[in-house]
């Protein structure tokens, strides 16, 4: 009975220890070599910032989409506002912050912006087009979903134009996809608009003296938000170090009381 018990014993500490060791097997950071065509005095943005900038984005243009979705399918009801506040919302994060500052409101939030190989903020259209990506996959899922079966069950003009719709709602989703691949291969995060304007999301530092006001300056103010999401990732991850830290030293507490007896 003891040599069984010292057996459990052993195959628990040997289990820790399995634990302890995966837990600590960090993957070797990568040197990151500066991106070509991007200036020296830049940093390209952390995957944190990036994640940040794309969920704030994401629940900018598609959240007031998806809330006039809802009130068509599901409510009928409300469908003016709706629409009202979904094309307010895009105008302004895809064509009057970018005209203004070269950034969109996830960039604020994230302490990002877009430059291109000359420092300068790209055409306000790079703006527009990166963050379009994935509302033209919406809407190409829509399409297809309206049209694909009409393409079957009608005749003539109405015919055609389902097919029109179809293959258009196709290509939007094939474009995401292709943007995707492109980003996933690049050293940078670069997509598909960003190798063709040239530009790089890197951090954004203010210039000495530099102070913003004005409607730009509350939009700075958003940064906060971003701020508090970081630091919030960053004590988990000390929590789990410490977890690891904690584990390892149960470990061996177990393993010298194995020892001992």
């Known amino acids: ?72 399918t599901i409510l009928d009801a409300f469908t003016t506002i709706f629409a009202i506040i979904a094309l307010a919302a895009l105008t302004l994060n895809l064509i009057i912050v970018p005209i203004m500052s070269g950034r969109t409101l996830g960039n604020f939030v994230s302490r990002t912006k877009n430059i291109t190989s000359a420092g300068n903020k790209p055409n306000f259209l790079h703006a527009l087009f990166v963050n379009s990506t994935g509302i033209l996959a919406l809407l190409g899922i829509i399409f297809l979903m309206i049209f694909a079966g009409s393409i079957f069950s009608t005749k003539g003009s109405e015919q055609i134009w389902a097919s029109v719709w179809s293959v258009l709602g196709v290509a939007f989703i094939i474009l995401y996809f292709v943007n995707y691949s492109i980003k996933k291969g690049s050293e940078s995060n670069q997509g598909l608009y960003d190798s063709l304007f040239g530009a790089f999301l890197v951090k954004h530092v203010p210039a000495e003296g530099e102070v913003s006001t004005g409607f730009i300056g509350k939009l700075e103010g958003m940064a906060s938000y971003g701020d508090r999401f970081t630091q919030r990732q960053e004590e988990k991850t000390a929590k789990r170090a410490a977890k690891v830290v904690s584990d390892a030293e149960k470990a061996k507490e177990v393993a010298a009381d194995v020892k001992d007896e």
């Open 1 to 72: 009975t003891t040599t069984c018990v010292r057996c459990a014993e052993a195959t628990y500490v040997d289990k820790i220890q399995q634990e302890v060791v995966t837990a600590k097997a960090v993957k070797p950071k990568k040197v990151r070599a500066t991106p070509e065509g991007l200036p020296g005095d830049f940093e390209i943005a952390s995957p944190n910032a990036r994640r940040i900038a794309g969920l704030t984005n994401f629940v900018v243009n598609l959240g007031p989409i998806f809330g006039f979705l809802f009130s068509v």
